[in-house]
């Protein structure tokens, strides 16, 4: 019969892949049966001695559609090399000019043997093959010879596949807790479910005691995984492992679940579970490695924490003697065990969850004192919340966190979850208890601050309408409660602020101040603001960011004392000394200063009409990524512009000809918008985070937040030379620029500037006149 050839297995495959009828594993089953066929077609031939095995994720006979197909070509010992080469090729090729991704090799069993008694990833590859054609008994003895190696060092290979582990966790993070998550790679992912079957097939009975139940539980959540990697592989048409947001919804969909929120609730439940069990079982594995598997016959006490908690095969338990059926005991177990940086048992979990021991409403003041004392365990207090609530301890005390359990944040800027960003948020303000002068409170608000998004509506009135039910429940008094509202209320204030407004108007700190209300609730919202930054991701916290911050609340502080905000500008004699740098004749100085994380670049001219946007288009002609920038102009008609610019990593800017480009745009050599206009059809378009809601485009005009200047706001699609299309519009339209503040928030920017207009004795835009401007923003969004 005529072997199967490229067009048939493109052809076939296409087929397979666009079945809608085939989802998930049926899929997958189907992919690596057609695999199977081809290779029995291509391979019919093969010389006596010789056979094909299929090796990892195919030999368990499920094929994602960008999933590597593994394969092993075994020959004789001291067959030729011209041979192996003719029947390798005339297996390898086919399947390649078919674009499949195989990932072959060629073996003698002596060799391979000897590659797998060194290399983690061969080793595990051959603890279960497949013969695929060829001499089956061949086969069979490189897998018992592959065991036999495996069995014979246990615990080099246990060590191995930790580190591995290990690696991978650091690198990619958890699976139910990130937006994003790696499926495969991830923790909690597929990949994990793999490690502790290859584990296992030490067969020692110690190791295999290690798992808390049947490893036969983890098989629905992994098929779950498995299924949705298939799906993603098929919608996107790429061998991606990470679930984007933009991909979400037609995996969803393709999957039958009612919304990609639905899709991510379900894939989180699974990725716990493994998650869980990988956690305890190598926790306990690792302990076998330090002994050499030596452990004691049976478990014992080795430690008491505090009463009624105590310390079993290195997990904390209920003590014999413990009251379970204190109301305060669950958190008291919790916090002891957190501090004390041990795990929670799972024995002692189920124990509690039995009891059904009512919480209390309101709570003991013991149970607060315990409910605070977690919250302020630190890092380790993730993992404790996240243990009691396994069990539905922590929900049983505060049922609103079931409707942020595991739920998406449908937003680019964030990384978690909200149920892991809020703990995280609370470990963050764990490290800041010391710098407030009420360290409850703190906590409280960090958990609170973004409950209200598991609730229809706006998420801070949602969270600021549940304080008097939940905080109330917690038995802290109104006082107590009121700041906790206001620390809800007010948590985006700070850091929108510092981003988005000009600190050098006095007006500003002002705002603040008047929002605020009194020092205690500014010291704790400044704590909270850095915790939820920091917990919400990389693009929300920086050295710059923090400076902002600290200045505004030092600026509104220092208004709340009844003193006058003295903003860290540039002191008027600065300011002169520079401007003399200028001649008359129109001359153009530059300083560029280093920052560290960021670049600051000072261009000193003579004020001119548009030159705000001269200098945006200059530097968007270099693709840099300005982040602030202000203006001032001196008694002498001398304009002093300042731009801070976003480093990116492995690039440094020639400022020699960002410098040259500033003169020739200042000068009118330059012209700006058709240099822009060449650069941007000549470039790929650079690639920016979705957003799986598409970003809208919304221009605020207000003469509230400032005395002296219209304040103009744009949120808007991050686009290249967004900053100049719009200030070259505020110019284009005669206002004269006197600062401005930029943020990218992942996929959208907000650009905030301080304009002043000639048409007014106030410098300010006329109320009749909003529209006018709204429109004149609009189009420059539009082009």
Not at 266 to 287: C, D, K, M, P, S
Not at 473 to 494: K, N, P, S, T
Not at 680 to 685: A, C, E, T, V
């Amino acid at each position: 019969m005529k072997p199967v050839d490229a067009a048939t297995i493109k052809r076939v495959r296409a087929q397979l892949v666009g079945d809608p009828d085939l989802a998930g594993r049926s899929l997958g089953r189907r992919l690596s049966q057609q695999a199977d066929s081809w290779f029995e077609s291509l391979a019919a031939g093969l010389p006596g001695g010789w056979a094909l095995l299929a090796t990892g994720g195919y030999a368990r006979g499920v094929l994602a559609p960008g999933s590597d197909i593994d394969v092993v070509l075994l020959h004789p010992a001291k067959t030729s090399d011209a041979l192996v080469r003719h029947v390798a090729e005339s297996l390898w090729y086919p399947m390649w000019d078919a674009g499949l991704k195989l990932s072959p090799a060629v073996h003698s069993a002596k060799s391979l043997l000897q590659l797998a008694n060194a290399d983690l990833d061969t080793a595990t590859s051959v603890l279960a093959v497949r013969c695929l054609a060829g001499d089956a008994e061949v086969a069979a003895e490189v897998q018992r010879n592959a065991l036999e190696q495996w069995r014979r060092r246990p615990f080099v290979w246990l060590q191995r596949l930790l580190e591995s582990g290990q690696q991978r966790w650091a690198r990619l993070g958890d699976v139910a807790s990130l937006l994003e998550p790696d499926l495969k790679d991830g923790r909690g992912g597929l990949r994990d479910f793999d490690m502790i079957r290859w584990a296992l097939r030490v067969d020692r009975p110690d190791v295999a005691a290690a798992m808390e139940g049947p490893v036969d539980d983890l098989a629905g959540p992994a098929e779950l995984l498995l299924a949705i990697r298939c799906e993603l592989h098929r919608t996107t048409g790429r061998a991606v492992n990470t679930l984007w947001l933009q991909d979400q919804d037609r995996v969803a969909e393709a999957m039958g679940y009612a919304d990609a929120d639905a899709l991510m609730l379900n894939l989180a439940g699974a990725a716990h579970a493994i998650e869980w069990a990988t956690e305890r079982f190598w926790r306990r594995v690792e302990r076998l490695i330090r002994t050499g598997g030596r452990t004691p016959s049976r478990s014992h006490v080795s430690a008491t924490l505090a009463p009624g908690v105590v310390v079993i095969d290195d997990e904390a338990h209920v003590a014999a003697d413990a009251d379970v059926d204190a109301p305060s005991y669950v958190f008291r177990f919790a916090a002891t065990a957190a501090h004390a940086g041990y795990p929670l048992g799972g024995r002692s979990l189920r124990l509690l969850a039995s009891r059904g021991v009512p919480p209390g409403d309101p709570w003991t003041s013991g149970t607060q004192r315990a409910f605070v004392s977690l919250l302020g365990a630190g890092a380790a207090m993730v993992p404790a919340v996240e243990a009691l609530e396994r069990y539905g301890l922590f929900s049983r005390y505060l049922p609103e966190w079931r409707a942020v359990r595991s739920l998406p944040q449908r937003n680019a800027f964030h990384t978690f979850t909200v149920d892991h960003h809020l703990l995280q948020t609370v470990a963050n303000a764990g490290e800041l208890v010391r710098e407030v002068a009420r360290p409850d409170l703190l906590l409280v608000g960090a958990l609170m601050h973004d409950l209200g998004k598991g609730y229809p509506g706006d998420h801070t009135e949602a969270g600021v309408a549940l304080i008097d039910t939940v905080v109330g429940r917690m038995g802290f008094d109104e006082a107590d409660r009121g700041v906790i509202r206001a620390l809800v209320q007010h948590h985006l204030l700070l850091p929108e602020t510092a981003t988005r407004r000009d600190l050098s108007d006095p007006r500003t700190a002002a705002n603040v101040a008047e929002t605020v209300g009194d020092a205690l609730t500014l010291e704790l919202l400044h704590a909270l603001t850095e915790a939820d930054s920091r917990a919400t991701g990389p693009a929300a916290w920086s050295a710059w960011k923090k400076g902002l911050l600290d200045e505004l609340v030092s600026l509104s502080l220092a208004v709340l004392r009844g003193g006058a905000s003295v903003p860290s500008s540039l002191p008027n004699e600065h300011l002169s000394r520079l401007a003399h740098l200028v001649s008359g004749d129109g001359s153009v100085h530059i300083e560029q200063e280093d920052l560290g994380e960021m670049d600051l670049l000072r261009i000193i001219s003579r004020d001119r009409a548009g030159l705000f946007a001269h200098i945006a288009g200059a530097l968007a002609l270099h693709g840099l990524d300005v982040v602030a920038a202000s203006a001032a102009t001196a008694a002498d008609g001398v304009a002093i512009d300042e731009f801070r610019i976003a480093r990116v990593a492995g690039i440094v800017p020639n400022w020699q000809r960002v410098e040259h480009d500033l003169r020739g745009a200042l000068s009118g050599e330059v012209d700006i918008d058709a240099r822009l206009e060449q650069r941007l059809r000549n470039q790929s378009r650079r690639s920016r985070p979705q957003s799986a809601v598409p970003p809208r485009s919304e221009v605020l005009v207000s003469n509230d937040a400032s005395d002296a200047t219209t304040v103009v706001e744009v949120r808007a699609p991050d686009a290249p030379a967004r900053l100049y299309r719009l200030s070259h519009a505020l110019s284009e339209y005669g206002l004269d620029i006197r600062s401005a503040v930029v943020a990218t928030l992942g996929h959208e920017v907000v650009d905030v500037f301080y304009v002043k207009t000639p048409k007014s004795p106030t410098g300010k835009i006329p109320v009749g006149d909003f529209e006018q401007v709204r429109v004149a923003v609009r189009e420059a969004l539009a082009d």
